[in-house]
């Protein structure tokens, strides 16, 4: 079942199913460049290697976005009411797998990377509108994650599609969002 069954009936509208592509696409993109653009307001000392910076990112970004469409895909499922915490080992073994960090090398560098997409929030100076957006849709997609993890739901071929088309606009945002230096703010001496 679909994490949004609600839902299925006007996915299956060509229109509707366009529109919410071109909107996820879209959403992901100026996601992505907000927050490539308040990076560099709030280091701007990364403007003197602007080049390496804009492609470090995009390649991480890109590494996230390919990383974590299998995880959103197929999730491994979790089962908090068979765990017993007899050992230590066993709690950590449980937070590992809650976290995804048991399979490997990539995935823990994709959700370093969503973890980072937080923390740039908090370090950014992002203010009002901007900031309600990106964190409102970023804990969007880290609920219907959790969702797809600890819930019998599974994302239909079409949300992992628009899943990717996020991740993907966040991605290319990126690289557009510090591509170019951005002006210093001018004091305000009132």
């Known amino acids: 079942m679909a994490i949004a ?11 509707f199913a366009l529109v919410t592509v071109i909107a996820s696409f879209g959403i992901g993109l100026f996601q992505g460049i907000v927050l490539g653009r308040s990076i560099l307001y709030r280091f701007p000392r990364l403007q003197n290697h602007l080049k390496t910076v804009s492609i470090s990112l995009f390649v991480l970004f890109l590494i996230n976005a390919i990383m974590s469409v299998p995880r959103f895909a197929s999730p491994e499922k979790i089962d908090l009411t068979n765990i017993s915490s007899n050992s230590s080992l ?38 009002g509108v901007l900031k309600i957006f990106v964190f409102f849709f970023s804990v969007l997609i880290l609920v219907l994650t959790g969702i797809s993890r600890f819930t019998e739901l599974t994302p239909s071929t079409f ?9 993907l606009g966040i991605t290319i945002g990126i690289l557009i969002g510090t591509m170019r230096k951005v002006k210093p703010k001018k004091p305000d001496f009132k």
């Open 5 to 15: 069954p609600f839902l299925e009936e006007a996915f299956s509208d060509p229109i």
């Open 90 to 127: 066993e709690i950590t073994s449980i937070v590992f797998l809650v976290f995804g960090v048991n399979t490997g090398f990539l995935t823990v560098l994709a959700l370093s990377v969503t973890v980072m997409t937080f923390v740039l929030l908090k370090f950014t100076q992002l203010h």
């Open 159 to 167: 949300e992992v599609l628009l899943y990717f088309l996020y991740q």
